[in-house]
């Protein structure tokens, strides 16, 4: 499927065209620390540039800062940005705390945190996972006592990314225990340099650091911080979990890298000597992940066009999330095979620049373990790939 851009859409692509080449810089190819350099050289320095420009966040309403596109315009200006290789924003503020807030807080709720989100000077992370409540998050235990015009806020959360670097919190608490699980749960806002906020790193697979455990001990967090109204914060949690679950999908960067392991596969051999190019198992499995990812491309442009019509994503967000991540594990998985022994060293230190004794192997699969690793997570965050065929075989096959 194919958008057909007007000529006002192709003049707004020659104007994105234009602001990411004179504002992202070339990305070192072995340097993730300091990939964007200059001006940019953060995810939040760049949030800043586009806030100067007014197009630090497409989704959002424009009455709240948002850039007043259409779903075309939106489409163009993500598939640009991937190709030009800009950073990201900070996805827990633009993408799951911005929207709740102001689809369901208060006037000073919004007046307080809608533009730091907006220029990037406040980051966010997202406190849902506990230990024993993952895909089950209905099971969580954190709990939130009212004192006066505080809750006392008690607990543990995990894997919460980013929560080392985070600003602020949206997390949920249990403020009711008498009712059905989804019930009594409420939704808060914790400015993380509470005291009694406690943060332990976790380092996972790829032997980074983005993720971490969380405690809560008799942290106090102000009534008023609380999004919505107590005891509903199962709907606004499901809220954030569909914005999370549509952008999961992510069909540009995943395209530009089957391009590149389509590449990989003219330089790298095959166990008998042939070019990967020249294996015939190994371009079956090319073809089949191509065919995959148009199929992805038309889900996405589905849902976009629903989007665009005033519908809601529907279980159509779990398809995107379940689709886009199987397809991102085998590109890393492909990868990986393709890089053979090259792929065996851990050389974080080099992709850091934080060593000068040399590469093993050629720059272009220094990354090959560490994408593979961490892609193993794809499945599992925004909720697991197998809850989601639970939400589809529920809510479209009435299962």
């Not at 192709?10 to 190819?29: C, D, G, T, W, Y």
């Not at 709990?143 to 015009?149: K, L, V, Y």
């Not at 389509?262 to 089949?288: H, N, V």
């Amino acid at each position: 499927m194919d958008i057909k851009l007007n000529a006002a859409d192709e003049a707004f692509r020659r104007e994105v065209k234009k602001f990411l080449a004179e504002h992202v810089p070339p990305s070192p190819i072995l340097n993730r620390s300091q990939r964007f350099g200059g001006q940019i050289n953060t995810i939040g320095n760049w949030q800043k540039v586009l806030y100067e420009k007014g197009w630090s966040a497409p989704n959002w309403p424009k009455q709240y800062g948002g850039t007043g596109w259409n779903e075309t315009q939106k489409h163009i200006w993500y598939e640009e940005s991937t190709i030009a290789g800009a950073p990201g924003g900070n996805g827990f503020g633009l993408h799951m705390a911005g929207p709740v807030i102001y689809t369901f807080g208060t006037d000073a709720q919004k007046e307080q945190h809608l533009k730091g989100i907006l220029s990037g000077e406040i980051s966010w992370c997202q406190g849902y996972s506990e230990p024993g409540a993952g895909s089950d998050l209905a099971s969580l235990k954190t709990s939130a006592m009212r004192e006066g015009d505080d809750y006392i806020v008690n607990g543990q959360k995990i894997w919460t990314s980013f929560a080392h670097l985070a600003d602020w919190m949206f997390c949920l608490v249990r403020t009711d225990s008498s009712g059905k699980p989804q019930e009594g749960i409420s939704f808060l806002l914790i400015d993380m340099k509470t005291p009694g906020i406690e943060v332990r790193p976790i380092v996972s697979i790829d032997h980074e650091h983005h993720l971490n455990e969380v405690y809560f001990t008799d942290v106090r967090v102000p009534v008023t911080n609380r999004v919505g109204e107590e005891n509903k914060g199962w709907t606004y949690a499901k809220f954030v979990l569909a914005n999370e679950r549509t952008g999961i999908a992510g069909v540009a960067g995943r395209k530009i890298h089957l391009k590149k392991l389509k590449e990989l596969a003219s330089l790298e051999y095959a166990s008998d000597g042939r070019k990967l190019a020249e294996e015939e198992a190994f371009q079956r499995r090319l073809a089949d992940l191509e065919i995959r990812l148009m199929a992805l491309e038309i889900t996405s442009l589905r849902i976009l066009s629903d989007v665009a019509a005033g519908r809601e994503p529907g279980p159509g967000a779990s398809s995107l999330k379940i689709f886009a991540t199987e397809i991102s594990q085998e590109l890393e998985t492909m990868t990986l095979e393709a890089a053979a022994h090259y792929a065996l060293p851990r050389q974080n230190e080099i992709i850091h620049g934080g060593n000068e004794s040399g590469q093993i192997g050629p720059h272009y699969l220094a990354e090959a373990y560490i994408a593979y690793a961490i892609s193993r997570a794809s499945t599992i965050y925004g909720g697991t790939n197998e809850i989601q065929r639970n939400v589809i075989a529920k809510s479209v096959l009435g299962l």
